[in-house]
């Protein structure tokens, strides 16, 4: 099993340009997460899925939009890239919500908007 | 939304050196997990604990849930620099999400 894997793994963009990430996970769980991380900040939820064909906003959804059309995949947009959206984006997924909801996680994308 | 505050923020240790990072809040957790994410790599899971007191070893790592359950800590005997790496606490934010905490970077030098 490959896990949670993540597409592109680098990216530049100027500011005004829309991209797209992909997350892709072959572990049949249902939720999905995408975090950004920045220096001295954590791990911050941006939006995330509890199925497929739902979502939910995290803690900082302003500037991207997201859908999971299939189970196994969750996309995050930036239809309008800006310089304060230089990251490392982070998805992850996990099969059990309650008491113990391990996550597990891709090894990132790391975007850098001019 | 309830704040793990965790410290230190930065370590830096010669190999062989004991440590401990903890992870604190004014909140009682029904749980909290312990991540680790290696440089360039994402977040691993390390251990989740449960029960208020309870003490969790996974090899040299001894991780601890305080009595509360408002804290917990992560001693690291014998650092080797494979342990190098970003030390993260969380807790249940909601029954489908995780709350992180900033973490702690560890750098254990040869």
């Known amino acids: 099993n490959a896990g949670v894997t993540q597409t592109p793994k680098f990216r530049v963009l100027k500011t005004g340009q829309s991209m797209t990430l992909l997350c892709a996970q072959d572990?049949?769980?249902?939720?999905m997460y995408w975090y950004r991380q920045d220096p001295g900040m954590g791990l911050r939820l941006i939006h995330y899925?509890?199925?497929?064909?739902?979502?939910a906003k995290g803690e900082v959804p302003d500037g991207y939009n997201v859908s999971r059309l299939k189970k196994q995949n969750f996309l995050l947009g930036l239809e309008s890239a800006a310089p304060s959206q230089t990251s490392v984006y982070f998805c992850a997924s996990s099969y059990l919500a309650g008491t113990y909801n391990e996550q597990f996680f891709g090894p990132g994308t790391r975007l850098t908007v001019l | 939304t309830q704040l793990l505050e965790q410290s230190p923020q930065f370590l830096s240790i010669q190999e062989g050196e004991n440590l401990t990072v903890y992870c604190n809040s004014s909140?009682?957790?029904?749980?909290l997990q312990w991540y680790r994410q290696e440089p360039g790599e994402g977040p691993v899971l390390l251990v989740t604990?449960?029960?208020?007191?309870e003490v969790k070893k996974l090899k040299r790592l001894t991780f601890q849930f305080g009595d509360a359950r408002k804290d917990s800590s992560l001693h690291i005997t014998a650092a080797q620099p494979g342990d190098t790496g970003l030390y993260l606490c969380a807790y249940q934010g909601g029954s489908e999400k995780l709350v992180f905490g900033k973490g702690t970077k560890l750098t254990v030098n040869p």
């Open positions: 899925s509890v199925g497929e064909g739902t979502t």
């Open positions: 909140s009682v957790f029904s749980s």
């Open positions: 572990m049949n769980h249902e939720y």
């Open positions: 604990v449960v029960t208020g007191g």
